[in-house]
């Protein structure tokens, strides 16, 4: 039957993962780091899928496809909601599958515990003492590399005088989680912004074209997750370096769920 029904664009796909969560039929799927209609069938012609996407992959046509089916949507489900522990939800994003990681423990060496609470968001640069001959650097505790504040990418401000030749660091949140020497390989000797494409509900690109525009940024370091959601960060990223019109040295270094460093491009 000719019926209206749901095309994506992998070209313009970015791999979030949002059109996926937001399809409650299952008939979107990620396959590849990026977003496929999986089966006819399973699309009911709605589009709750379409105002989730950020790129504007999806759009609707009319062309020949089988008629939904809701009771085979229903089982789809049901079979999903039986899958084991663990396993990714029929839509959802990949990146939130459960996985559990075993760690060596080590003793308590005694470090006093980090302050609770947010300090606010005023905009301030952190002064960090550079280790000389007579004062070493301390090695019995590690010490925070992060050298401003804010970090957060919709706190920070577009203007600010530690951006002025800055080596900018843009990281997905998850990455300081999950890479164990996140200071010392990636933050330190950066300003740092940080944020989630998946859980924050702005475009970064308008603001980090902004930052890149009115600042003398000297290089951008974008660390994200292998996850396909965190492609967002990636593609905010491009755009702005894109849009600020600057030839900006930059590149992306991916980390795994289990804290490694998957590739450097």
């Known amino acids: 039957m000719i019926r209206k029904i749901i ?75 039986a899958a084991k522990n663990g396993s990714a939800k029929a839509g959802g994003c990949p990146g939130t599958q459960a996985k559990t990681m075993i760690r060596d423990t080590v003793e308590d060496e005694g470090l006093e515990p980090l302050a609770c609470g947010c300090p606010g968001s005023s905009s301030k640069a952190i002064v960090r003492e550079e280790p000389t001959a007579d004062k070493p650097v301390a090695t019995t505790a590690p010490e925070s590399q992060l050298r401003q504040w804010p970090v957060q990418i919709k706190l920070a401000p577009v203007n600010a005088p530690y951006f002025n030749g800055a080596h900018l660091l843009i990281a997905a949140d998850c990455t300081a989680y999950a890479y164990a020497d996140f200071h010392n390989r990636f933050i330190k000797n950066k300003i ?74």
Request: proline share 3%; hydrophobic share 40%.
């Open 192 to 265: 740092t912004l940080i944020g989630c494409p998946k859980l924050d509900a702005v475009d970064y690109a308008d603001k980090l074209t902004e930052i890149l525009k009115l600042n003398d940024v000297k290089s951008v370091t974008v660390v994200r997750m292998e996850v396909p959601c965190c492609g967002g960060i990636t593609a905010a990223v491009t755009s702005a370096l894109q849009n600020s019109g600057k030839m900006i040295p930059w590149q992306v270094i991916t980390v795994t769920t289990d804290g490694k460093v998957l590739e450097n491009v």
């Open 7 to 81: 095309t994506i664009d992998e070209e313009k796909c970015n791999g979030c993962g949002l059109c996926a969560e937001a399809c409650h039929e299952g008939a979107i799927g990620m396959v590849d780091g990026v977003a496929k209609l999986l089966r006819d069938d399973y699309c009911d012609g709605l589009g709750d899928c379409l105002p989730s996407c950020p790129t504007g992959a999806i759009t609707f046509v009319e062309r020949e496809a089988a008629a939904y089916d809701e009771a085979a949507v229903l089982e789809n489900i049901k079979k999903q909601e």
